[in-house]
């Protein structure tokens, strides 16, 4: 039976696609082993049961899990560096002392990129799955080129990106900047879009309404919401749009932004947004099909604002229609699989526009839309197509940077 380690500071109980993944690769027939650090997303906040040393070691649906102690997120950028530090010397120093042959390393590499390096202490081949760019992805924390710390974390992340065999990518627009900026070399790059869960719509009739039963059209924005996701645009525009009164927008979700959010919606008196707050996975499914059209904002302040975001495969999966601002690969992908409109990043008359003509659509319209985003899922985000383009990547299948 072969071997993978996987590196993630980020597991169950935490909510990450990677807790899927790894249970999909015990299912594939390997015997998966994860080093992770104590759950504290996206709270900041260590649940007492995994404090003073308690469930260090447990075994998740056939992963064997080992948490290394890790200094909690709280708020604020000082916690938020001393979390990323403790995990990636803690973890290193266990990697170290276990000294597990593995057949492959693979590291669920979101932010931080400091995660690469305790899987640089184990023995097997390499593989990053990396779903946010650095040294880019500090940008959001107002740390620019001109900064000395920039500089450093660049030289850090080069560094961190050169030591491994294979590095996948889940946008395209990632393999250009990790060549800019990083200097990796094309064929040690791939592709591997994001999976999403089928989003099988429940059935309305068998469950507590979720949405208020208004006859009005109902938008639906789902997930974090922090600055990048530009929530903010959403707002202004629902604020501008002509027939405000004709339409709801329902934001599922939550994140370092949202009382800022709630705030510019009374701000601007728009009666037509409505905060339900961080709700379980499990109701999802509801959400949307209680939903008319799903929104999808991104900044475009640096090159983070190119990437494909998860709730992108997730509304796909759901099959409805998309309207979204933003640039990059996502706007690609919509506009192929003709499941949506999408205007420019933080365009807000350009957003409240569509938002109207989208009570102009006929359900027959709206209905090909959704079912145009559905197809596309299948044939590109399903579980399945991501497990198999992963254990070929493992086999080494895969070795150019298509």
Request: hydrophobic share 40%; glycine share 4%.
């Amino acid at each position: 039976m072969k071997r993978i380690l996987i590196v993630s500071q980020y597991f169950y109980p935490d909510t990450f696609k990677i807790n899927e993944i790894a249970v999909e690769l015990v299912n594939a027939g390997y015997k998966v082993d994860v080093v992770t650090g104590l759950p504290d997303y996206p709270s900041g906040i260590i649940p007492t049961a995994y404090k003073k040393g308690k469930k260090r070691n447990e075994n998740y649906r056939g992963v064997t899990i080992h948490r290394v102690s890790t200094v909690a997120r709280k708020s604020g950028p000082i916690f938020r560096a001393l979390n990323y530090l403790s995990f990636a010397i803690n973890a290193a120093r266990y990697i170290k002392s276990i000294k597990n042959n593995y057949d492959n390393v693979f590291v669920y590499q979101v932010s931080p990129v400091t995660m690469i390096y305790p899987a640089l202490k184990a023995t097997g081949r390499k593989v990053v799955y990396c779903m946010d760019i650095w040294p880019e992805a500090v940008k959001a924390m107002h740390i620019n080129e001109s900064n000395p710390i920039y500089r450093i974390i660049h030289k850090i992340s080069s560094n961190l990106y050169n030591s491994v065999d294979k590095v996948a990518v889940s946008s395209y627009s990632f393999i250009d900047y990790l060549i800019d900026e990083n200097s990796v070399p094309l064929n040690r790059m791939t592709y591997l879009p994001q999976h999403s869960d089928d989003m099988i719509l429940a059935d309305s009739d068998n469950l507590t309404k979720l949405l208020k039963d208004d006859q009005k059209f109902h938008f639906i924005f789902t997930g974090n919401i922090g600055n990048v996701q530009d929530v903010e645009t959403i707002i202004r525009a629902a604020s501008q749009a002509k027939k405000s009164n004709e339409f709801v927008i329902d934001i599922v979700g939550d994140g370092s932004n949202y009382s800022n959010m709630q705030f510019l919606a009374k701000k601007l008196k728009a009666k037509n947004i409505v905060f339900h707050g961080r709700q379980p996975y499990s109701l999802m499914a509801q959400y949307y099909y209680e939903s008319d059209c799903c929104l999808l904002t991104l900044r475009n302040d640096n090159k983070i604002g190119l990437t494909i975001p998860a709730k992108l495969q997730a509304y796909m999966s759901s099959g409805r229609p998309i309207l979204a601002a933003l640039e990059g690969d996502s706007r690609k992908i919509i506009n192929e699989a003709q499941c949506g409109k999408v205007v420019h990043a933080s365009a807000i008359r350009e957003l409240a526009d569509e938002m109207d003509n989208f009570l102009n659509y006929s359900k027959t319209e709206l209905a090909d839309m959704g079912k145009n985003a559905r197809n596309y899922y299948l044939n590109n985000f399903t579980m399945k197509e991501f497990i198999t383009n992963l254990i070929r990547i493992f086999e080494g299948e895969i070795e150019n940077g298509n």
